[in-house]
DNA sequence: CGTGAGTTTGACCGTTTGGTCAAATCACAT
DNA sequence: ATGTGATTTGACCAAACGGTCAAACTCACG
């Protein structure tokens, strides 16, 4: 096992290949689908050597979602109290898109390991995920009591942004069968400012 | 293997068994996740005696996919061209969402299985699914071209309806993570009734 | 160059997995 | 009651799995 003292550049490149390799692997099969073989195979690697840097699976699996689920609520701590409340909800919703548009193994990367029970992220759902949540729920509710959006239930609307948006990354085969040629997000992103605008607008 | 003639009743009650047995562990699971030996111990079978019913995990993973699809895509074939175009709609919206909560691990087979790249039913989806979509987006068009409803993506308008429905039954333990105690279906029923009145009422 | 830490690997191990098979048991029509 | 086909099972197998280990190689630095 390397020590963890500052990294060498072979320990960097590696760990970083690895991380590329298991987003990947994960992402499209799932954890127990995920191979360790697999994952060395695409990081160019072999095993032992993989397993050098990360002692065993989970260690990989562990690493991606502790270093995703921060990035992942991301757009919603960014969404400011201080902003045009409509403006804000709207900007958080494109964020969100965006997010499903670049980082489309991470969005299935989640949904794998939500659908399947979160076994391994539960703590962090009713933890980091709720403390947020509740947080943002009491602007959104302040807003709401403003008059500055409609009333809507705070918690369901989160929702929606949530699955509106991640549809597009954990759906990605499923909305091409539908779409063929034309881009997801050239329609998404109208469709969706159209549905917020609509649905909030006092 | 048996025969395929008349099934016996034992046949039916353990074709049964097996099939209930299969759902919740490949929905719990997915495929690759589910192993023979726990459907069978689920099904209360010996694993040899579950492989004379169904010579091989595929072909259960196949019979309740085949099960599925049909019964996935009635709500949507109910939609009925002669309705009163809104209230088609929402009704639709509300046997959705009634899936969702009545079906959740029928809808968290079909996510596991669309989400890591649906190999198993590619053909599904590129034929029956996108068929009867096509259908139905014609009939959206013609009721947005009449005036009465509003003017939307009728394929995004289609999507937000599938991921804002089945999120509830998929990311289960996200959304009871938020809800605590609260029925997620008693708020989503009126939240989306809210939602699509506005986006859609002319 | 030499040397020690950092890196890589072939060979291997115990377990789990999907699946087989012959033999035993059971259900039921005659 | 009995014979025949349907059902059930313990024992087994080959492949795939996650992981180990000692030995070999490579790199950076004095």
């Given at each position: 096992?390397?020590?963890?003292?500052?990294?060498?550049?072979?320990?960097?490149?590696?760990?970083?290949?690895?991380?590329?390799?298991?987003?990947?692997?994960f992402?499209?099969?799932?954890?127990?689908?995920?191979?360790?073989?697999?994952?060395?195979?695409?990081?160019?690697?072999?095993?032992?050597?993989?397993?050098?840097?990360?002692?065993?699976?989970?260690?990989?699996?562990?690493?991606?979602?502790?270093?995703?689920?921060?990035?992942?609520?991301?757009?919603?701590?960014?969404?400011?109290?201080?902003?045009?409340?409509?403006?804000?909800?709207?900007?958080?919703?494109?964020?969100?898109?965006?997010?499903?548009?670049?980082?489309?193994?991470?969005?299935?990367?989640?949904?794998?390991?939500?659908?399947?029970?979160?076994?391994?992220?539960?703590?962090?759902?009713?933890?980091?995920?709720?403390?947020?949540?509740?947080?943002?729920?009491?602007?959104?509710?302040?807003?709401?009591?403003?008059?500055?959006?409609?009333?809507?239930?705070?918690?369901?609307?989160?929702?929606?942004?949530?699955s509106?948006?991640?549809?597009?990354?954990?759906?990605?085969?499923?909305?091409?069968?539908?779409?063929?040629?034309e881009?997801?997000?050239?329609g998404?992103?109208?469709?969706?400012e159209?549905?917020?605008?609509?649905?909030?607008?006092?």
């Amino acid at each position: 096992m390397p020590k963890d003292r500052t990294p060498t550049r072979i320990q960097k490149k590696n760990r970083a290949a690895i991380l590329e390799a298991s987003l990947n692997v994960f992402s499209a099969n799932g954890f127990r689908g995920a191979t360790v073989d697999q994952i060395a195979s695409e990081a160019g690697l072999s095993k032992p050597n993989l397993l050098y840097y990360f002692p065993s699976k989970v260690d990989m699996h562990n690493a991606l979602l502790a270093q995703l689920m921060d990035t992942w609520l991301d757009p919603l701590r960014e969404m400011d109290e201080d902003g045009e409340p409509l403006t804000e909800i709207m900007a958080y919703v494109r964020r969100k898109l965006q997010m499903s548009r670049d980082f489309p193994r991470e969005s299935r990367l989640f949904a794998n390991e939500i659908v399947q029970g979160a076994p391994r992220i539960h703590d962090a759902l009713n933890h980091d995920l709720k403390t947020l949540v509740d947080e943002k729920t009491k602007l959104l509710e302040r807003w709401m009591a403003d008059g500055k959006i409609a009333r809507v239930h705070p918690y369901h609307l989160l929702f929606s942004v949530w699955s509106l948006t991640q549809h597009y990354a954990d759906f990605d085969v499923q909305v091409r069968a539908i779409l063929g040629d034309e881009d997801p997000f050239d329609g998404a992103d109208p469709f969706l400012e159209t549905l917020y605008l609509r649905l909030l607008t006092p």
